[in-house]
């Protein structure tokens, strides 16, 4: 299955010169790298927050496959969907999906399910894509849409996809799309961002939970 894009022209240029050119303007090839587990960058239009993106993903040391898990926007498909297998196309080519990794997260957990639906008119994944494969053109990605749920779900999931990983000695980053704030004054929206990025650094995913009930 090929997954076409649907924000191209829109969050981000249609034509592959203008792309590549939007690109070379974020993304720094010769920042310092850093070994990381997985890092959280925004899905806005490129205009808003190509910048920040391509700060977050020039200081990453590459690995074979990134696993994007985004929100859902359009509320279509399954509600925990993981896009199984296929190629997702970008105005810089083609994409292909790590299917091993894909299926042994759906096998290991209870929620997580095979669907397209989900991914057909959703951009949070999407936007994601063309900064992975500038800079590694045969990256793989396994793409997982998220509605709202409990926290005991999202740690259930969080624990199938480590024991993906672990089980198949897969090298891989995850990959949270996701916007911080809308729409905020630059002062509060960094007093919020930091007390989660606290609790993120800590590790502590009940605090984080904590601190983002309290903030919205």
Known sequence: MIRNPSVAGYFYPASPAE??????????????????????????GYQYSGAVAGAAISRVSFKDTFIIMGPT????????SVMPEGTWRTPLGDVKVDEELARKIIEL???????????????????????????????????IILAGASDAIYKEIGHAIARA????????????????????PAPRAREKDMKAVEAMLALDEDELTRRYNNLR
């Open 19 to 44: 792309i590549k050119a939007m690109l070379a303007r974020y993304i720094d090839k010769s920042a310092p790298k850093e070994d990381v587990v997985g890092l959280l960058m925004p899905h806005a």
């Open 73 to 80: 926007h359009s509320g279509m498909g399954k509600p925990f």
């Open 109 to 143: 957990s209870e929620y997580a399910e095979e669907d397209y639906e989900a991914h057909e008119d959703e951009h949070a994944v999407e936007v994601q894509v063309p900064f992975l494969q500038y800079i590694k053109p045969d990256v793989k990605i396994v793409p």
């Open 165 to 184: 990983i672990k089980e198949l000695n897969r090298e891989a980053i995850i990959l949270a799309s996701g916007d911080m704030t809308h729409r905020e």
